[in-house]
Nanobody, 116 residues
Framework: QVQLVESGGGLVQPGGSLRLSCAAS????????MSWHRQAPGKERELVAT????????NYADSVKGRFTISRDNAKTTVYLQMDKLKPEDTAVYYC?????????WGQGTQVTVSS
């Protein structure tokens, strides 16, 4: 059974930090590219960051570049998103995604709220 379970979301003040985790199971994690996406109320889901299978290549949306860092630990089958200097506009439900060829899996999401 494929599972992607996000955790680490919560309420944080502007300028603060959070670290999201996505624990994967039920598929060959190390052979899948991973990514984080987010969806704010009333908006479409958007890509935040991607990482290749071995963690060498990463890409970020312009809105988070320099503030967020994606990483993965294939031994722990987990992908992370370190979020620093958070802004109110980062408020959204954050989802992790795994993709390889035509196969793609999604987690259930974790809420991140940035507010004073």
């Amino acid at each position: 059974q494929v599972q992607l379970v996000e955790s680490g979301g919560g309420l944080v003040q502007p300028g603060g930090s959070l670290r999201l985790s996505c624990a994967a199971s039920g598929f060959a994690f190390s052979t899948y590219a991973m990514s984080w996406h987010r969806q704010a109320p009333g908006k479409e889901r958007e890509l935040v960051a991607t990482i290749d299978t071995v963690g060498r290549s990463t890409n970020y949306a312009d809105s988070v570049k320099g503030r967020f860092t994606i990483s993965r630990d294939n031994a722990k089958t987990t992908v992370y998103l370190q979020m620093d200097k958070l802004k109110p506009e980062d408020t959204a439900v954050y989802y992790c995604n795994a993709v390889r060829s035509y196969r793609t899996y999604w987690g259930q999401g974790t809420q991140v709220t940035v507010s004073s």
